[in-house]
């Protein structure tokens, strides 16, 4: 069936705004005092070298002035160690995508993060593909879920929910529909109740893509953030805005998803697993604000 241009700007406005209702995870993912799920966007104008890559040092204080601010805990390492405890076995849960992959200075300092808080080396394992025969992931008790944010030909967006997806050894089976619901990913023995941390890599998303795999690189913009918090539709609800109006600034006009990204909206209403709606997304705003989008 074939869709006007009106049909997808109602749908693409759905998948942004989504729907409400309480997330249904511990207090402490809530904004203090509220019932609204708190994402932090930290953004530093030189956090990106000459050579696009990102400075470690300047990203390390970008990720643990998040942690920080999330948790409200002022001591960066007391901060981490209220996320992840010495018991733990700790899967990071990056993405790999050869055009726009999670950047390996990030997964160093999580990986730091984590031994610092106590871990074990034996105890932790950075993976995309191939998670399900790791020894680390086959026994977590917690997962840090970690993402570049781009367009993708099947479900609208790349998104920290969609990041589960390696999770099912039948991946194909949540494809139907525009991969509408890939919630359901999250509810998997494998991952369910684990997840203590989203991250969705804003350095250089990609706002735009035609057809499987497609990659050009007029279509990343540095952006030079991170978007952190325990809720993952609420983070990805903040991406997918911010990408939005990157790209009615890029094209000069509304230029919807196409295919919506309705598995945010729908991970909201339909599978109850966090907040999608901004009205319920406390938003706290760190560093460069240049262009932010919001």
């Known amino acids: 069936m074939k869709h006007s241009r009106r049909d997808w700007l109602k749908l693409s406005a759905l998948s942004t705004l989504a729907g409400y209702f309480f997330l249904r995870f511990p207090g402490k993912l809530f904004a203090k005092g509220t019932d609204k799920s708190e994402v932090i966007l930290i953004r530093d104008k030189e956090v990106l070298k000459n050579d696009g890559n990102p400075d470690k040092?300047?990203?390390?204080?970008?990720?643990?002035?998040?942690?920080?601010t999330l948790t409200g805990i002022n001591n960066s390492s007391d901060a981490?160690?209220?996320?992840?405890?010495?018991?733990?076995?700790?899967?990071i849960k990056s993405n790999e995508w050869g055009?726009?992959?999670?950047?390996?200075?990030?997964?160093?300092?999580?990986?730091?993060?984590?031994?610092?808080?106590?871990?074990?080396?034996?105890?932790?394992?950075?993976?995309?593909?191939?998670?399900?025969?790791?020894?680390?992931?086959q026994k977590s008790t917690a997962l840090i879920n970690v993402r570049p944010l781009r367009t993708h030909n099947w479900s609208g967006v790349g998104t920290?929910?969609?990041?589960y997806?390696?999770?099912?050894?039948?991946?194909?089976?949540?494809h139907p529909d525009t991969c509408a619901d890939?919630?359901?990913?999250?509810?998997?023995?494998?991952?369910?109740?684990?997840?203590?941390?989203?991250?969705?890599?804003?350095?250089?998303?990609?706002?735009?893509?035609?057809?499987?795999?497609?990659?050009?690189?007029?279509?990343?913009?540095?952006?030079?953030?991170?978007?952190?918090?325990?809720?993952?539709?609420?983070v990805d609800s903040i991406g997918v805005r911010i990408l939005e109006n990157k790209r009615k600034e890029y094209f000069s006009e509304e230029r919807p998803l196409n295919p919506p990204a309705k598995h945010i909206l729908l991970a909201d209403t339909r599978h109850k697993l966090g907040n999608a709606n901004p009205e319920k997304i406390n938003l706290v705003s760190i560093g460069w604000k240049e262009k932010i989008l919001l």
């Open 165 to 174: 997806i390696v999770f099912t050894d039948k991946p194909w089976t949540y």
């Open 182 to 234: 890939l919630a359901k990913l999250w509810k998997l023995p494998e991952v369910a109740g684990k997840t203590r941390l989203n991250i969705l890599v804003m350095l250089t998303p990609l706002f735009h893509g035609t057809g499987p795999h497609h990659f050009n690189k007029e279509y990343i913009w540095k952006y030079n953030g991170l978007l952190v918090g325990f809720d993952p539709v609420a």
């Open 57 to 68: 040092r300047i990203l390390s204080d970008m990720m643990d002035k998040a942690v920080t």
């Open 160 to 163: 920290l929910l969609k990041n």
């Open 99 to 137: 055009h726009l992959p999670t950047p390996k200075a990030l997964e160093e300092i999580l990986k730091e993060r984590v031994s610092d808080a106590g871990i074990k080396d034996q105890n932790i394992s950075v993976r995309d593909r191939g998670v399900l025969k790791d020894p680390v992931f």
């Open 80 to 91: 981490w160690k209220s996320i992840i405890k010495p018991d733990d076995i700790v899967g």
